[in-house]
């Protein structure tokens, strides 16, 4: 069987062993898995990048409302604000992350990379990439193999959902796969690839899954914003060489450790945190009376 590694250690040494580039042995893995040829992966890894870059373009142009009133159209407010407070490709960043997620909260088609919550990361972040740095659509693809391996090594050894560990598990995994992808496409090695998910993790580290009325909306859209922006960060970090100290295996041990210990208030059960603050329990209320109204009337049925 070809082999998806248990963790990056491994990784790393196939990819020195072979002179292989990181994304083969996920492509390797994703033909075995599936029973497809690689022209079919790279067509379906096209299909899934252009699903990325629609609902990216609908968050920016359609109208983005949600039943509950938390949604409204926040991804459009912020890219055509008039104060710029960082640069206009930041503005751009963090408005494409937010697109791509209302998206999803609105009900409309996404991909789950690696869940629907944390759904406008990838597509804000390689969109930028991509534009910024003349990508083609080809290295777009490896650097979604190389998240997709980020991904299962940290599904493997602690989880990528926020109900079992956390939205650290969530938007950090999908910020992790991001920092990651961005180091493969610059043309960054294996190591500062690996330093990038290391730092990315240090930063979302703790991070509760909290959404209030159990919608995947406040504060998962604002969040999916700022895992985007720590993935820069960190890729920016990586990239220039600097030592992440804990190596990306003990920072992954680390993410299962504390999602394990996180109490269940705050792993997507909206009981803690903003969930549990006196507006968020008001707005719970509200969207059940909305649920309760819309219900069909049992003589109609
Ligand atoms: S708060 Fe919870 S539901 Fe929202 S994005 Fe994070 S993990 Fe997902």
Redesign the pocket.
Same mark, same amino acid.
């Given at each position: 069987m070809s082999l998806l590694f248990n963790d990056f250690a491994s990784w790393e040494k196939h990819c020195q062993a072979t002179g292989e580039p990181l994304y083969q042995a996920v492509l390797a893995y994703e033909v075995e898995q599936k029973g497809r040829s690689e022209e079919d992966i790279w067509a379906g890894l096209q299909r899934a990048y252009e699903v990325m870059c629609d609902a990216v373009k609908t968050g920016l142009t359609q109208d983005m409302t949600s039943r509950s009133g938390m949604v409204n159209n926040g991804a459009k407010k912020v890219a055509g604000a008039p104060v710029t407070v960082l640069s206009p490709e930041f503005q751009q960043l963090i408005s494409r992350a937010l697109g791509a997620k209302e998206v999803n909260s609105c009900m409309g088609r996404v991909v789950a990379a690696p869940?629907a !919550? +944390?759904s406008g990361i990838l597509p804000g972040i390689l969109t930028t990439i991509q534009e910024l740095h003349g990508l083609d659509d080809r290295k777009i693809h490896e650097g979604l193999l190389v998240a997709a391996g980020i991904a299962l090594i940290i599904e493997t050894n602690a989880s990528l959902a !926020?109900a079992v560990g !956390?939205?650290q +598990? @969530?938007?950090g995994s999908a910020a992790a796969m991001g920092a990651g992808a961005i180091v493969y496409c610059l043309g960054g090695t294996v190591e500062q690839t690996f330093a990038a998910v290391a730092i990315t993790i240090q930063c979302m580290l703790g991070?509760? $899954?909290? #959404?209030v009325a159990g919608l995947?909306e406040v #504060? $998962?859209i604002v969040?999916?914003a700022s895992a985007a922006a720590i993935a820069f960060s960190s890729a920016q970090i990586a990239i220039a060489g600097v030592n992440p100290v804990i190596p990306v295996d003990q920072c992954v041990m680390a993410l299962g450790e504390v999602g394990q210990s996180m109490e269940t208030r705050y792993k @997507?059960t909206a009981l803690g945190g903003l969930a549990n603050t006196p507006r968020g329990r008001e707005i719970e209320k509200l969207v059940l009376v909305q649920d309760v109204e819309i219900l069909p009337d049992e003589d109609s049925e």
């Open positions: 869940t !919550g +944390a !926020g !956390g939205c +598990a @969530e938007t991070l509760i $899954c909290d #959404p995947v #504060p $998962c969040r999916n @997507e």
